[in-house]
C-alpha cells in the first residue's frame, strides 16, 4: 500500500470507531464499560500515539522540507488540531478511570468530551484526505512516498508487533458491540457490506436531508467513480449544476409520496447503463431517503431462449 492508503485506511477504520461511540453514547443507558474501555483506549493508543505520530514524525516534516510551511498554513492548522485532540484523549483518561471504578455519574461528562472530540477528528480527517494529502503529493519528490511508509513501519514496529493488526481487530469489536443489537437477522456490518457489494450492480443511498450516507463497491471498479469524500455532503453538490432541479424534483416527488421510481438508460460506448432513484421507506411509509442504482444491463438485454443448465 502507498502511503496514502495507509493513513487513509486509518482514517476510514477510525471514523466507524468514532460513530460506534456516538451510537452507544446515545443509546438508553450509555455505553457498557467493556464498551468504554475499548473505546479509549483505541482513541489512545491507536489514534493519539500511534497514527497521528505517523504524520507528526514521518509525514508533516517531510513536506515542511518540500516547502509547506508548518506555521500559518494547512500544516499549522493539521499540528493544532493534533494537540488540541489529545488534550480531549487525555481529559478523557479520569473520566474513564471514574466511571469503570463505579461512577457512573461522570458518564455524561465523558460522553461529552467523547463528542467534541468527535467533531474534531472527523473534520480533521475530511481535510487531510482532501486537502492535505492531495498537497503533499504535490510537492512531494519521487522517492519520498517509499520513505513515509517505511517511517510507518518502523514507528508501528516501536508500538510493539501487529500494533495495526490488533488495533483494528478492537476496532472491529467495538463496531460490532454496537451494531449487532441493530442489525436484524444478526448479520453484522461486514455481512452486510459484502452482500451489498456482491450485488451486481451500484448502490449510493442519500439520507431523507438529501446527504450522502453511503456506496456500495467502493474498492472495486465502478461505472460511476465515488469518492469517500461525498459521504456527508448534500446530494445536490455531487451533481453537475444543469441537473440540479431534475434532482431536486425527483426528491420532492418521493417526499410527497407521489412517485415510486425515476430511471434512465444510458450509453457509455458498448455498454447500456441502467440507472433508478427509489424511494426508502420504514415500515410505517416514513421517507428515510433515496437509493440509487446503476446497472451495466446490455448482457441482460441480449438474452433469449432459456438456459437451464450450469454454464462451462
Ligand atoms: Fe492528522
Ligand atoms: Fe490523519
Redesign the pocket.
Known amino acids: 500500500m502507498t502511503w496514502t492508503e495507509l493513513l487513509k485506511r486509518d482514517h476510514e477504520v477510525t471514523e466507524r470507531v468514532l460513530a460506534a461511540g456516538e451510537k452507544a453514547f446515545a443509546a438508553k443507558g450509555g455505553p457498557t464499560n467493556a464498551f468504554i474501555g475499548m473505546l479509549v483506549d483505541y482513541v489512545t493508543h491507536y489514534v493519539d500515539r500511534c497514527?497521528?505520530q505517523k504524520?507528526e514524525q514521518h509525514l508533516f516534516p517531510l513536506i515542511e522540507k518540500r516547502g509547506i510551511p508548518s506555521i500559518g498554513g494547512p500544516l499549522a492548522v493539521?499540528l493544532a488540531?493534533?494537540r488540541q485532540a489529545k488534550e480531549y484523549v487525555a481529559a478523557m483518561q479520569p473520566l474513564t478511570t471514574a466511571v469503570l471504578g463505579g461512577d457512573r455519574a461522570r458518564l455524561a461528562e465523558l460522553g461529552k468530551i467523547f463528542a467534541d472530540y468527535t467533531e474534531l477528528v472527523k473534520g480533521?480527517?475530511w481535510k487531510?484526505n482532501d486537502i492535505l494529502y492531495p498537497m503533499a503529493l504535490q510537492v512531494m519528490q519521487p522517492e519520498d512516498g517509499d520513505a513515509v511508509v517505511r517511517g510507518i513501519e518502523k514507528l508501528e514496529a516501536s508500538l510493539g508487533p501487529g500494533i495495526r493488526a490488533r488495533y483494528y481487530k478492537l476496532a472491529d469489536d467495538i463496531v460490532a458491540a454496537v451494531d449487532l443489537e441493530d442489525l436484524a437477522y444478526g448479520l453484522d456490518r461486514k455481512t452486510l457490506a459484502a452482500m451489498l457489494n456482491a450485488l451486481p450492480l451500484e448502490l449510493s443511498f442519500i439520507d431523507a436531508d438529501d446527504t450522502v450516507r453511503y456506496f456500495s463497491h467502493e474498492h472495486g471498479d465502478k461505472i460511476f467513480g465515488r469518492t469517500r469524500g461525498a459521504i456527508g455532503t448534500k446530494v445536490q453538490n455531487c451533481h453537475p449544476q444543469k441537473s440540479v432541479h431534475l434532482v431536486n424534483q425527483i426528491l420532492a416527488e418521493f417526499k410527497a409520496g407521489k412517485r415510486s421510481v425515476a430511471e434512465f438508460w444510458i450509453d457509455m460506448g458498448p455498454r447500456k447503463i441502467h440507472i433508478r432513484y427509489w424511494p426508502v421507506r420504514d415500515p410505517d411509509g416514513r421517507y428515510l431517503g433515496c437509493m440509487e442504482t446503476v446497472q451495466d444491463v446490455s448482457g441482460i438485454q441480449k438474452l433469449s431462449g432459456q438456459r437451464r443448465l450450469l454454464d462451462a
Do not use: P, Q
Request: avoid cysteine.
Open positions: 497514527h497521528n504524520e493539521m488540531e493534533h480533521h480527517f487531510e
